[in-house]
């Protein structure tokens, strides 16, 4: 049987998991229990390679990996399997053979994320695990205005807790700002005025060519606080030009973030 080339999406709670990455130890990573699920369906060792690494706590709803096998069961066979293995926090989506080349990670053209925030008096219990809670009212223009200043390509290093590579410049293809009225549970109309109070649903969406350590989390909370009236676009902009990573604000919560999809 040829060694064949597979491209998997995986879909998780990142709740219970120590992030995406396999560690030392059996610590529980989601590359951990992938690989050994793979290793026990296939019945020889599997590496996998993702598109995308994730900390601990966030989520995801369309990750990308790649990994080779030369077993001859088919995709279908093969996901039919995975949903025997994998865990009640973890999923298996899609599966299909790719080019012999192919690369997870090198071959993405983009990853998306949101973070969500969630608006409102008093927090939701069902939502601790997904979502911010902010309460008070959120200038929803200012911060489309303060999410629009961050696309573009630019050393963000300031933007991140990025302590290893050297190359810190990545290309921001688009950041918006979505929101919609909450009312016992998620679904809801859009909201269209400049100001509103919960309850409401904020979604951040930054969608790049790659993310520094935290970039997302910190781009978040920039936002937020133009949102909350804390930080001016003045300073914003500021910040982009000639600030430095004290300028910034810290990391919003991993519990708020999600990787929605890699393109490639």
């Given amino acids: 049987m040829p060694r064949l080339n597979f491209l998997l999406t995986l879909a998780w709670d990142g709740t219970d998991f120590e992030g995406w990455q396999r560690q030392p130890g059996r610590v529980r990573s989601v590359q ?90 008093r927090p939701n219990p069902l939502l601790r695990r997904y979502s911010h809670h902010v309460t008070g009212i959120l200038d929803l223009v200012a911060m489309r205005e303060a999410a629009a200043l961050l696309a573009g390509e630019r050393d963000f290093r300031k933007l991140s807790n990025e302590k290893e590579k050297s190359d810190t410049v990545r290309r921001l293809l688009a950041a918006r700002v979505e929101a919609r ?45 133009a949102g909350l009236g804390k930080r001016s676009l003045e300073s914003v902009g500021q910040l982009l030009a000639a600030g430095g990573r004290q300028d910034a604000p810290g990391a919003l919560g991993a ?3 999600t990787l929605l999809s890699v393109s490639y």
């Fill in 255 to 257: 519990w708020g973030l």
């Fill in 32 to 121: 951990l229990c992938i690989e050994a699920a793979l290793s026990k369906v296939l019945a020889e060792p599997v590496e996998v390679t993702g598109a995308s690494r994730t900390d601990k706590g966030v989520h995801a709803e369309g990750q990308a990996l790649s990994f080779h096998s030369r077993s001859p069961m088919p995709p279908a066979s093969i996901l039919a399997a995975l949903d025997r293995e994998l865990p009640p926090d973890l999923a298996a989506l899609t599966l299909r053979t790719v080019d012999p080349r192919f690369h997870a990670r090198y071959r993405a053209k983009s990853k998306l994320y949101r973070y969500r925030l969630y608006l409102a008096d």
């Fill in 181 to 225: 009225r909450c009312e016992g549970g998620l679904a809801g109309a859009a909201i269209e005025e400049a100001t509103t109070r919960g309850p409401a649903i904020v979604d951040l969406l930054f969608e790049g060519d790659g993310f520094l350590h935290n970039q997302v989390r910190i781009m978040s909370a920039l936002v937020l606080e």
